[in-house]
């Protein structure tokens, strides 16, 4: 698959050689495979509202001390130059712009991904939500309460999250694709345990990002556990 990609875009490029002239030209080929082959970015990561971000004492945004951010560019092949971070670096904003509207449909239901023995308490005056929605390429959950415990999401391009009280009890989320995000909105987020959210470039060993993730928590985050949100670029095959 590199092979074929790589070699579309040299075969392309030739055909505009004639505007290079002898050095030039050498050195815009070189340049183009070191861009192909120096892992790929991590994909932007954008965290949203109060409760995710503090101000210091310069009154600038930070995160929560109990949220890590991370991203990495993947390794690159063999005799190139790895990638810096140039791209899709971490943005923050204090507020939530968008307002959880969720249909009447989805006000009096809650969805659990993986989670044993609830409390009856926990989902008082909720009916639990069994069929989950798959919008190509997405796994859209929304309810008023969402439980994801452990690494029980099904698998999808993409995720699309929607609730007023979102709880995640050592969670893994994973997604890595071409062509969606993560995407959480939330009024209320608990942690329990150790969480991750995590987006992993494709395995197509040239330079393409990871999906996005976009988080927002409006209100507070809760709960004595630890969440880490990461992206990772994707390394050259030959690197692995």
């Not at 698998?155 to 709880?167: M, P, Q, V």
């Amino acid at each position: 698959m590199k092979t074929k990609i790589i070699m579309t875009v040299l075969i392309a490029f030739a055909g505009f050689g004639c505007s290079y002239k002898g050095e030039n030209y050498t050195k815009a080929v070189d340049d183009l495979l070191n861009d192909l082959n120096a892992g790929g970015q991590p994909g932007q990561i954008t965290l949203r509202g109060r409760g995710l971000l503090v101000r210091d004492s310069n009154g600038d945004l930070i995160v929560d001390g109990r949220v890590k951010v991370g991203q990495a560019v993947g390794e690159s092949c063999q005799g190139y130059s790895k990638a810096e971070l140039s791209l899709n670096k971490l943005s923050l904003f204090d507020s939530v712009e968008t307002e959880i509207l969720l249909s009447e449909y989805s006000q009096n239901k809650y969805i659990n991904m993986g989670c044993k023995n609830l409390g009856a308490e926990e989902t008082e005056g909720l009916v639990e939500e069994t069929e989950l929605l798959v919008d190509y390429p997405d796994l859209v959950l929304w309810a008023k309460k969402i439980f994801i415990c452990g690494d029980s999401l099904p698998k999808s391009e993409g995720l699309n999250i929607k609730t007023e009280h979102l709880i995640l009890r050592d969670a893994t989320i994973l997604r890595s694709s071409l062509i969606s995000n993560i995407e959480i909105l939330t009024l209320d987020l608990e942690l329990q345990g150790s969480n991750i959210i995590q987006s992993k470039g494709v395995d197509l060993s040239v330079a393409v990002s990871a999906p996005s993730i976009n988080l927002s928590v409006a209100n507070e985050v809760t709960g004595s556990g630890l969440l880490e949100v990461e992206s990772k670029g994707e390394s050259c095959t030959e690197a692995k």
